[in-house]
């Protein structure tokens, strides 16, 4: 399991978009349509600060989360659940699935297959 993204909540994905990539020399590395963006370091593809639209300010231990890239995204569910972890949803855009997990503590985290 790899890190590949620290991802925050917000209700205006261009404003903090736009602050971030200024403050820190990032470019757009992805963006989909439903308000996610992920922006690296220039002319890198290490760990990158990834924008997820909310509807509603997201609180405490859930607005900023961690997204793990997976080679074999069910079997590394199978091994959080065993080590006392728990799954909290399954998202998909287009062709992009993710899985919300939480540490035993109910810290959330993402993983995902071709992340």
């Not at 590949?4 to 990032?26: A, G």
């Not at 290490?46 to 997204?67: C, M, N, W, Y």
């Amino acid at each position: 399991m790899q890190l590949k993204s620290v991802v925050v909540n917000t209700t205006d994905v261009e404003e903090v978009v736009s602050f971030w990539s200024d403050l820190l020399d990032l470019e757009e590395l992805r963006r989909s349509g439903d308000g996610f963006v992920w922006l690296t370091p220039m002319g890198d593809t290490g760990i990158s600060l990834a924008f997820q639209k909310v509807d509603e300010p997201t609180e405490g231990r859930r607005r900023l989360h961690l997204d793990f890239g997976v080679e074999d995204l069910s079997g590394m569910r199978r091994r959080i659940l065993d080590l006392g972890g728990s799954q909290v949803e399954t998202h998909t855009v287009g062709d992009f699935t993710w899985v919300v997990m939480a540490d035993p503590q109910g810290n959330e985290f993402c993983i995902a297959e071709g992340h």
